[in-house]
């Protein structure tokens, strides 16, 4: 049952419902088994067809709205699921099956969000690679008296290479963990006291997938970014700091 059903049935205190089709009828017991966030403010029951057979009996009740699940389930696979179950349980079909459900355009909506959203990660990322590029040529500019001078004491152009990527990747890592740190405490520490006491959905556990493939992108994007300045460094003439 839905949430304003079990407060009304005093669920999970009380967890036995007696339900009839007509007032005075015959009542059936059932037991409840878990409540749903349904979003509706109307008490409402759920149970399986044969559940629902067992209920109707041989009377009869006005239209009933039948949820079938599956995979992108098209409209006259999912009539033919609910013909083929009504036909097992001797149920009569009186009127052609509706759909009434808004799933599949939610799910070509979410398709499509998530088309525009990679996009534009990918639009921010290369930005992102433009900036790193443009400020780590202006830091090689600045620090080329240091970097020739370590040059010309005997440092290998891959130190320097290697100093200035590890550089970069030193505070993109503090970055990163200073990102997830407050993304788990956010997710762990604040969400959950923003649900309603008693309401039957859980907190969201930290998306990890979703982080690592994020700081997977981030590093990519950090390398291609620092990349050239680090070259630029590795080639700068040591000739410079013997005239200077």
Request: glycine letters at 10%; charged letters at 15%.
């Amino acid at each position: 049952m839905n949430e304003a059903a079990a407060e009304q049935g005093g669920f999970p205190a009380e967890n036995q419902v007696l339900l009839t089709t007509t007032s005075g009828g015959s009542e059936v017991a059932f037991t409840v088994t878990a409540v749903i966030a349904d979003g509706s403010t109307d008490p409402k029951a759920y149970g399986s067809l044969g559940a629902y057979a067992s209920l109707l009996g041989t009377a009869s009740i006005g239209p009933v709205a039948v949820r079938v699940t599956g995979d992108r389930l098209s409209q006259s696979g999912a009539a033919q699921l609910v013909d083929d179950a009504l036909t097992d349980l001797d149920l009569p079909l009186s009127a052609s099956l509706m759909r009434t459900d808004t799933t599949w355009r939610v799910a070509t909506q979410i398709d499509t969000l998530s088309a525009v959203f990679a996009a534009f990660a990918i639009v921010m990322l290369t930005v992102a690679a433009a900036g790193l590029l443009n400020v780590g040529l202006s830091s090689v500019n600045e620090r080329a008296r240091e970097l020739v001078i370590r040059r010309a004491i005997g440092v290998g152009r891959l130190d320097v290479f290697l100093l200035v990527m590890g550089s970069a990747l030193a505070v993109a890592a503090i970055v990163a963990v200073l990102a997830t740190g407050t993304a788990g405490a956010l997710v762990y520490g604040v969400v959950p006291f923003l649900l309603p006491a008693g309401s039957v959905i859980s907190a969201p556990e930290f998306p990890w997938a979703a982080c690592l493939i994020g700081c997977a992108a981030a590093a990519a994007t950090l390398i291609a970014g620092a990349a050239v300045p680090a070259i630029k460094a590795a080639r700068l003439p040591v000739a410079q700091a013997l005239r200077e």
